[in-house]
């Protein structure tokens, strides 16, 4: 309960709002990769259509979308479950960009990316780090 000394609206230079937005990163992080997720899926589904045609590229930028967006759903998980396990948030954070980033660049531009081939499989460790860091 606040006495009616303190201010109604903060103002940014306090530091509860500056904790604040720290501690709330990664839940930043999650809504936009969430909503960036829907965005490739639904490109992938109907704009690339007409720049790829191989049904196996398609389906790769599908599994990169559905990635993307069931890890920024366990990101906004685990920042509420556990917001003191930076570890999980951070690789989750990471694999989602090399997993799903480099799948999308691959896609779109084989040629141009090649050299994110690479960088896929260790994004997926990330992913899969990420559960296991969440564990403990």
């Not at 903060?10 to 839940?27: D, G, H, I, L």
């Not at 570890?87 to 779109?108: D, K």
Request: net charge positive.
């Amino acid at each position: 309960m606040s006495d009616e000394s303190s201010p109604l609206i903060p103002t940014s230079a306090s530091p509860s709002a500056t904790s604040r937005a720290k501690k709330n990163m990664y839940w930043t992080v999650g809504c936009i990769y969430g909503a960036t997720a829907v965005g490739f899926g639904a490109f992938g589904a109907h704009g690339l259509k007409k720049v790829v045609t191989d049904p196996a590229k398609l389906a790769s930028f599908s599994t990169a979308a559905h990635y993307q967006l069931v890890h920024s759903v366990a990101l906004l998980v685990a920042t509420r479950a556990a917001p003191e396990n930076k570890l999980a948030a951070g690789l989750f954070t990471a694999g989602m960009t090399m997993f799903s980033g480099s799948i999308y660049a691959l896609v779109v531009d084989p040629a141009r990316f090649r050299f994110l081939g690479p960088v896929t499989p260790l994004g997926g460790l990330c992913l899969i780090a990420g559960w296991a860091a969440l564990a403990f």
